[in-house]
Nanobody, 119 residues
Framework: QVQLVESGGGLVQAGGSLRLSCAASGTIFSTDVMAWYRQPPGKTRDLVTSITYGGKTWYESSVSGRFTISRDNAKNTMYLHMNNLGPEDTAVYFC?????????????WGQGTQVTVSS
């Protein structure tokens, strides 16, 4: 089993920056993909960005160029640097670890951290 704990959320003014962290405990495999999802008020939880164990990244178009995902495998920690934040980025941000095993993927989730961007 894997446990994920996010930190770093908070209130920031539009145009500001925040860094989120996600600390993973338990055994991490080289096939694990880590990601950040977010859920705005009244909306669904959507994928924002992901990173493989080897560092390959993917970004949703609205955050590309503003957000940077990174991963320190030695510390089992993932980060999300968010720059030029806007009110549309307000959401609960969730850390995710996806573990594929043959044709089944197990998903592990953190408890979420609130990010609020004031205009």
């Amino acid at each position: 089993q894997v446990q994920l704990v996010e930190s770093g959320g908070g209130l920031v003014q539009a145009g500001g920056s925040l860094r989120l962290s996600c600390a993973a405990s338990g055994t991490i495999f080289s096939t694990d993909v880590m990601a950040w999802y977010r859920q705005p008020p009244g909306k669904t939880r959507d994928l924002v960005t992901s990173i493989t164990y080897g560092g390959k990244t993917w970004y949703e178009s609205s955050v590309s160029g503003r957000f940077t995902i990174s991963r320190d495998n030695a510390k089992n920690t993932m980060y999300l640097h968010m720059n030029n934040l806007g009110p549309e980025d307000t959401a609960v941000y969730f850390c995710n670890l996806a573990r594929p095993f043959y044709d089944v993927t197990s998903n592990f989730w953190g408890q979420g951290t609130q990010v609020t961007v004031s205009s």
